[in-house]
């Protein structure tokens, strides 16, 4: 059974920092590429950032380039999001997904792609 548990999530004034963490478990972890998505209420979910499976490379959502940092450690079966300079419109429900697919060198964006989700943790940007 796989299971992914995401953690961080909290209030923080606008221009502060937050780090989610996600650990996954019932899965080869390091074999396949993760991604963080994110949901606001009222809106639809939306893609943020995704790593392949090796960590190599790295994909993002154009408004949140600079300022979030996707990463993982394969030792602690988790991948990490890590925010910076956040704004009121970062605020959402922030979740992780494993990637359907083992050995995607580059991650992709399209929410299909995914098939395991976490829960979520709320992120709370006051301006």
């Known amino acids: 059974q796989v299971q992914l548990v995401e953690s961080g999530g909290g209030l923080v004034q606008a221009g502060g920092s937050l780090r989610l963490s996600c650990v996954v478990s019932g899965r080869d972890f390091s074999l396949y590429g993760m991604a963080w998505f994110r949901q606001a209420p009222g809106k639809e979910r939306e893609f943020v950032a995704a790593?392949?499976?090796?960590?190599?490379?790295?994909a993002y959502k154009e408004s949140v380039k600079g300022r979030f940092t996707i990463s993982r450690d394969n030792a602690k079966t988790t991948v990490y999001l890590q925010m910076n300079s956040l704004k009121p419109e970062d605020t959402a429900v922030y979740l992780c997904a494993v990637d359907k697919r083992i050995f995607r060198d580059y991650p992709s964006g399209a929410f299909g792609d995914y098939n395991y989700w976490g829960q979520g943790t709320q992120v709370t940007v006051s301006s």
């Open positions: 790593i392949s499976w090796t960590g190599s490379n790295t």
